[in-house]
């Protein structure tokens, strides 16, 4: 989720270079198979020549090779800031990162499920990671990864992975807006070297504070123009010439940050970092009896669930940026799974399906797995050979790249919109944001589902009341479609305001479904209207039910 974004933001955003690359790659794949057909029944090619089949593979495999390869590089990219970046911002090393998208391309990589999406640490992910850590501290954090882990491979293997796609969209889009401005907000304190309050509406509430601070402070100022620097390159690399473009904006605006710091001598904290081998903490037995505890379980639970929905949501988009084949959600599921197992034994981050680096693989022409499995071997032999290059990044420059990444999980633009149009999901949206800033990530999407849950009772408990009354004879009042509780209120209302004095007819036939209160109370009107009437010397009021009797 830096990177992450739903299904919904993402299925619009094909480019035209991506399907230029899809047709080039269907040509390559096309003069592969042509070839291998070419070969006799023998295993000779056209000419009764040995060895026509083994040819063709190879011929097939350079062409695949002569897209995923240099894809694997635009993606490793991507990744080296990213992983980096949300290492930080969730408050453990940098090298948990590392692992966790080296993880995430050489494990999860070479499993089935989907083919072009790519996995790793996620900014979406970074919220739920640091309260755990604090809450639990890092040694736990493995055992935590280890047990979503499991529990995704399980609801893979039952086939559950298609019902994370029933989850809605308001709720999803609220949780990532709700997490972008709580990213925004902590990586501002990080952006001007200053340590960040705890929760979320304290950080919102001493942001005029920090401005204040920094514009008085020198090292504070600094850093500040540092990350502002990082956002603005960030911001309008789209708008550079093409060539240009072909540099990731995340890598450019770090390289860029990194230079400008080494150049003026600035007074700002950068990166510290050790070596993989010694940043790997496998959980130990005191780690793995934690999971008695019921607020461990719920964290896991919670990592679980979310892990689950967004890479799903990510693979419904990347499958709607080319026409390879679909993901096969259970198995991504499991691929997931086996991926956050071995991070939670590696004692590192969580990883999810990541949006940013998944559409930078097919952009870059990705045809097969190989792209993301390389792009972790390019992470794994980075981190072990160059890690002096990361030392020299200042911290100030990757808080500027979140603060860049919570933005765009933030659906502005499509707001206005959805209020005219959808004014109870954009409310649904609005109430899971602030959920998850006041409260916290789980909660939050908690509030959101009961919330969405409600929406959908109270529109689908549609019920008509026709009363028709000709002024003479009895009044007829017919109900149709579906009686709940929800709208009792309304249909008492109208029964209740009817003539005591006539005879009412009340017609049942119509209803799809009548639940208990709404039966009960039927029932009870129409008893109190029969001793009312009865009540009333001379009159010929009382009611009469028809058709479908409520009892049934």
Not at 146 to 164: C, E, K, T
Request: one cysteine or more; a neutral charge; charged letters at 15%.
């Amino acid at each position: 989720m830096t990177d992450n974004r739903t299904a919904t933001h993402h299925v619009n955003h094909t480019h035209s270079g991506t399907r230029a690359d899809t047709a080039a790659g269907a040509r390559d794949n096309a003069a592969a198979t042509a070839t291998a057909t070419a070969a006799g029944p023998n295993g000779d090619s056209g000419g009764g020549r040995p060895g026509g089949r083994l040819g063709g593979r190879i011929a097939g495999r350079a062409a695949v090779l002569r897209h995923d390869l240099p894809a694997s590089l635009v993606v490793f990219l991507v990744a080296v800031p990213l992983c980096v970046g949300v290492a930080v911002a969730s408050g453990v090393p940098a090298e948990l990162g590392l692992i966790t998208g080296i993880v995430g391309g050489v494990v999860a990589g070479l499993l089935p499920g989907s083919s072009l999406q790519v996995s790793g640490p996620a900014a979406g992910l970074t919220v739920l990671v640091y309260e755990a850590v604090q809450q639990f501290g890092l040694r736990a954090l493995g055992v935590i990864v280890l047990a979503a882990g499991l529990l995704q491979i399980l609801l893979g293997a039952l086939r559950l992975g298609r019902w994370f796609r029933a989850i809605s969209v308001a709720v999803v889009e609220g949780m990532l807006a709700g997490i972008g401005l709580t990213i925004i907000a902590g990586q501002l304190y990080a952006m001007a070297d200053t340590p960040a309050p705890d929760s979320g509406p304290a950080k919102i509430a001493g942001l005029p504070g920090l401005a204040a601070d920094a514009l008085t402070t020198p090292v504070a100022l600094a850093a500040l123009g540092v990350g502002a620097g990082t956002i603005a390159v960030l911001a309008g690399w789209r708008r550079l010439p093409g060539p240009v473009r072909a540099v990731p904006g995340p890598l450019a605006a770090v390289a860029l940050a990194t230079a400008a710091v080494a150049v003026f001598d600035l007074p700002v904290d950068r990166l510290r970092v050790q070596g993989l081998v010694e940043a790997i903490q496998p959980p130990g037995l005191a780690e793995l009896s934690r999971l008695a505890d019921v607020a461990v379980l719920g964290t896991v639970v919670a990592f679980t669930l979310i892990c689950s929905a967004e890479s799903l949501f990510s693979a419904a988009a990347v499958d709607r940026m080319h026409d390879g084949p679909r993901t096969d959600y259970d198995r991504e599921l499991v691929a997931q799974g086996t991926g956050n197992a071995v991070c939670g034994a590696l004692g590192a981050l969580p990883m999810t399906a990541v949006i940013v680096r998944s559409s930078a693989n097919v952009q870059a022409g990705a045809r097969t797995k190989a792209s993301r499995v390389l792009h972790g071997v390019w992470l794994l032999v980075f981190a072990a050979a160059f890690p002096a290059v990361l030392q020299a990044i200042p911290l100030a420059a990757l808080a500027g790249v979140l603060v860049h990444a919570g933005w765009k999980l933030m659906p502005l633009a499509q707001m206005p919109r959805l209020w005219r149009e959808h004014r109870g999901e954009a409310v649904i949206l609005v109430c899971t944001a602030v959920a998850v800033v006041a409260l916290n990530l789980f909660e939050g999407v908690l509030l959101g589902l009961l919330l969405a849950v409600l929406k959908t009772a109270w529109e689908t408990s549609h019920v008509h009341l026709d009363v028709d009354d000709d002024g003479t004879g009895p009044i007829r009042v017919r109900l149709t479609g579906n009686a709940t509780f929800l709208r009792l209120p309304k249909m008492l209302d109208t029964l209740e305001g009817l003539p005591h004095d006539r005879r009412i007819e009340l017609d049942l036939s119509g209803l799809r479904h009548l639940d208990h209160a709404c039966r009960t109370a039927l029932l009870n009107w129409a008893e109190t209207s029969r001793d009312t009437a009865g009540a009333a010397s001379g009159t010929r009021g009382g009611v009469e039910l028809v058709g479908a009797h409520p009892d049934r």
